[in-house]
């Protein structure tokens, strides 16, 4: 039996299988629709599908660079486990997409899942590598920098945190001191590069803050506002020192600001810190709903 392209259109959308399985399965099953959507659960791959709504917050940051072309990629894959996501073959679909994103510069996850990655797409590799490896796997972010400088990236327990940071005016010889920047970032997790990059409501916010802990403080609450605010100002600095990379103690030497130990070997222009799986709610269920859950799955 002949089938179209419509047909394998159809049975993707109804797998969420690759396009190249698809007809494959079409192909073996002689185009017998069903028949190739069974062969494709069989194969392991229709099953990806079920596992779209469970919640990935697990994974690995990763990174790559190619000094050759001045680009620097940062991106985060989640999955469901943490002994998935300490996998070689994790680690290999982490380095293949961070790779495709350094090549094809897309502008989000969505362009991204429309790039190729040999003849599929990202979406489809992510849709099989899912159905092999028996988790959801998600991209969830990446960032990209450009550059006719320099890019560091640090990984930080095999993929847990992840840095790149970019840098112009490299004097030769101040690798290790980039690099200690890199791993000050992951660290001591800065907000900000420099005291003068901190929005002025962030700075308004802070202070209001502080005045009225200093207003409820019985040492200073009766003393004139002028003088509180002048109290605060003097406050400022720690704030600062904890969230702006350029005035943070160096983790190395704490007797040093991170500008001071930088000087004039380098410039810092930016950097960007993921934290694995920040911001994700972890799902939580009742062992015993889940175990019903899975024995019922199975009488289907």
Same mark, same amino acid.
């Given at each position: 039996?002949?089938?179209?392209?419509?047909?394998?259109?159809?049975?993707?959308?109804?797998?969420?299988?690759?396009?190249?399985?698809?007809?494959?399965?079409?192909?073996?099953?002689?185009?017998?629709?069903?028949?190739?959507?069974?062969?494709?659960?069989?194969?392991?791959?229709?099953?990806?599908?079920?596992?779209?709504?469970?919640?990935? $917050?697990? !994974?690995? +940051?990763? =990174?790559? /660079?190619?000094?050759?072309?001045?680009?620097?990629? &940062?991106?985060?894959?989640?999955?469901?486990?943490?002994?998935?996501?300490?996998?070689?073959?994790?680690?290999?679909?982490?380095?293949?997409?961070?790779?495709?994103?350094?090549?094809?510069?897309?502008?989000?996850?969505?362009?991204?899942?429309?790039?190729?990655?040999?003849?599929?797409?990202?979406?489809?590799?992510?849709?099989?590598?899912?159905?092999?490896?028996?988790?959801?796997?998600?991209?969830?972010?990446?960032?990209?920098?450009?550059?006719?400088?320099?890019?560091?990236?640090?990984?930080?327990?095999?993929?847990?945190?992840?840095?790149?940071?970019?840098?112009?005016?490299?004097?030769?010889?101040?690798?290790?001191?980039?690099?200690?920047?890199?791993?000050?970032?992951?660290?001591?997790?800065?907000?900000?590069? $420099?005291? !003068?990059? +901190?929005? =002025?409501? /962030?700075?308004?916010?802070?202070?209001?803050?502080? &005045?009225?802990?200093?207003?409820?403080?019985?040492?200073?609450?009766?003393?004139?506002?002028?003088?509180?605010?002048?109290?605060?100002?003097?406050?400022?600095?720690?704030?600062?020192?904890?969230?702006?990379?350029?005035?943070?103690?160096?983790?190395?030497?704490?007797?040093?600001?991170?500008?001071?130990?930088?000087?004039?070997?380098?410039?810092?222009?930016?950097?960007?810190?993921?934290?694995?799986?920040?911001?994700?709610?972890?799902?939580?269920?009742?062992?015993?709903?889940?175990?019903?859950?899975?024995?019922?799955?199975?009488?289907?």
């Amino acid at each position: 039996m002949a089938f179209t392209a419509k047909d394998v259109m159809t049975l993707r959308d109804k797998s969420g299988a690759g396009m190249l399985d698809c007809k494959k399965a079409l192909t073996d099953a002689d185009g017998d629709m069903e028949k190739a959507a069974e062969l494709l659960r069989e194969r392991g791959i229709a099953k990806a599908v079920k596992k779209e709504g469970r919640i990935a $917050a697990e !994974g690995v +940051v990763g =990174a790559y /660079v190619c000094e050759a072309c001045g680009t620097g990629v &940062l991106l985060e894959i989640n999955c469901e486990s943490d002994f998935v996501s300490r996998g070689d073959k994790f680690h290999e679909i982490v380095d293949s997409v961070a790779k495709v994103v350094a090549e094809n510069k897309p502008a989000d996850v969505e362009a991204l899942s429309a790039c190729k990655i040999g003849n599929e797409t990202v979406k489809d590799y992510i849709t099989n590598a899912t159905a092999v490896i028996g988790e959801k796997i998600s991209i969830r972010r990446f960032e990209i920098y450009q550059t006719a400088g320099k890019i560091e990236t640090y990984i930080h327990m095999g993929g847990k945190v992840g840095v790149m940071v970019e840098a112009t005016g490299f004097k030769a010889g101040a690798e290790e001191t980039l690099h200690d920047v890199a791993l000050q970032i992951a660290a001591s997790k800065p907000y900000y590069l $420099a005291s !003068g990059d +901190v929005p =002025a409501e /962030v700075l308004d916010k802070e202070k209001e803050i502080m &005045l009225v802990q200093m207003q409820n403080d019985e040492k200073n609450k009766n003393k004139p506002k002028e003088i509180l605010e002048k109290i605060v100002a003097g406050k400022m600095g720690k704030f600062y020192q904890e969230n702006c990379l350029l005035d943070q103690p160096f983790v190395k030497d704490d007797s040093q600001k991170v500008s001071q130990v930088i000087g004039d070997k380098f410039k810092i222009v930016k950097f960007v810190r993921f934290e694995m799986g920040e911001g994700i709610e972890k799902k939580s269920e009742n062992l015993q709903d889940e175990v019903a859950k899975q024995i019922e799955s199975m009488k289907k």
